[in-house]
């Protein structure tokens, strides 16, 4: 069973920078396309970035320049590293990967697995 799980998130001043971390466990990890997904409240969960099994990376377009996806995986492990935040980025931040290996993810449409997120909080 796939398990995703979120850490790295906390409060920090507008300006500051924060990386989260998603741990993937139940398979094996590099054949899959790994996503990056936020909600903030009130609001519809939203794509972040996503980054492919061959490492190709895309992005929301508010996030270009700040946003960084990466992943490891000798470590199973996905990164997103946030720079420069806004209060605007406050939201719950998820992963999210397919079911199905290789080219079969289509991001930003979200796809099978979630984790249960992490909270990001940025102050004025």
């Known amino acids: 069973q796939v398990q995703l799980v979120e850490s790295g998130g906390g409060l920090v001043q507008a300006g500051g920078s924060l990386r989260l971390s998603c741990a993937a466990s139940?398979?094996?990890?590099?054949?899959?396309?790994m996503g990056w997904f936020r909600q903030a409240p009130g609001k519809e969960r939203e794509f972040v970035a996503s980054i492919s099994w061959n490492h190709i990376t895309r992005y929301a377009d508010s996030m270009k320049g700040r946003f960084t996806i990466s992943r490891d995986n000798a470590k199973n492990t996905l990164y997103l590293q946030m720079n420069n935040l806004e209060p605007e980025d406050t939201a719950v931040y998820f992963c999210?990967?397919?079911?199905?290996?290789?080219?079969?993810?289509?991001?930003?449409?979200?796809?099978?697995?979630w984790g249960k997120g992490t909270q990001v909080t940025v102050s004025s």
């Open positions: 999210n990967t397919y079911r199905q290996a290789y080219g079969a993810s289509s991001y930003p449409r979200p796809g099978d697995y």
């Open positions: 139940g398979r094996t990890f590099s054949p899959y396309a």
